[in-house]
């Protein structure tokens, strides 16, 4: 029973590449020791394991974030991290499993929010907005398009020529068939400067597992897949 398919949920993994790519020192915000240490080590799994060993891995990495949280509850950045992290593993592990995960990252996607709504350049609204148009809605899980239009379109309010804001506002778009609006913000993503051009020659595998590969400091044109909104029609519970 896959209600979360791992190559729609792996779009939350790319959130958290682009904002190791620089957001989090983006506008001079400054993020904790512990903060460091989990995107560092987010970066090495996504990078250098494989993926029989990734599952684990992220599993591993939560407990480190839910430690990192629980030492700082009231800092927005960790508590976006931890979501991040979590949607990382809720993308590798599919299922139901990944269903509770995903929820957990809303929480703290939401309450990151509520602390500091401008954090890492809006990022939790940004994050939000994609875990909203890539999870089934009811009555499997909360996706709701609406809603992800609206907390994208408040993510590039905030950051107008992030990448990760334009990227995810695109592939939102491009889920739409809004094709002409798609192509357009996933342009400005592309051309979009700072310190996530740095490096971009680094290639990784693309998440579709299809053998092309990605540079690892921008998004990719192929946009990815998301889950089958009306799923539980196909396959009924039971």
């Excluded at 991040?84 to 139901?96: N, Q, R, T």
């Excluded at 990760?164 to 979009?192: I, S």
Aim: neutral net charge; charged residues 20%; hydrophobic residues 40%.
């Amino acid at each position: 029973m896959n209600l979360l398919r791992a190559d729609a949920l792996r779009v939350l993994g790319l959130g958290a590449l682009l904002l190791l790519a620089g957001l989090a020192q983006a506008a001079g915000q400054a993020v904790s020791p512990a903060v460091v240490q989990i995107r560092d080590r987010w970066a090495q799994i996504n990078y250098q394991l494989p993926k029989s060993e990734r599952q684990a891995a992220f599993e591993a990495l939560a407990g480190q974030a839910a430690q990192a949280r629980q030492a700082q509850p009231r800092d927005a950045a960790t508590l976006i991290w931890e979501g991040i992290v979590l949607s990382s593993w809720a993308g590798e592990k599919g299922g139901m499993g990944a269903l509770s995960l995903v929820k957990q990252a809303r929480a703290d996607f939401e309450a990151a929010l509520k602390l500091d709504p401008d954090a890492l350049d809006g990022s939790a609204y940004t994050s939000l907005g994609a875990l909203y148009y890539q999870v089934p809605g009811w009555p499997l899980g909360f996706g709701n398009d609406d809603t992800a239009r609206q907390m994208l379109r408040k993510g590039l309010e905030i950051n107008p020529d992030g990448i990760d804001a334009n990227y995810f506002y695109g592939d939102f778009l491009r889920d739409q068939k809004d094709w002409a609006g798609a192509a357009a913000a996933l342009q400005k993503a592309l051309a979009a400067p700072g310190p996530h051009r740095a490096g971009a020659g680094r290639q990784r595998p693309a998440p579709g597992g299809r053998g092309e590969t990605e540079t690892s400091q921008r998004p990719p044109c192929r946009p990815l897949s998301r889950p089958d909104r009306d799923w539980a029609h196909a396959h009924p519970a039971g």
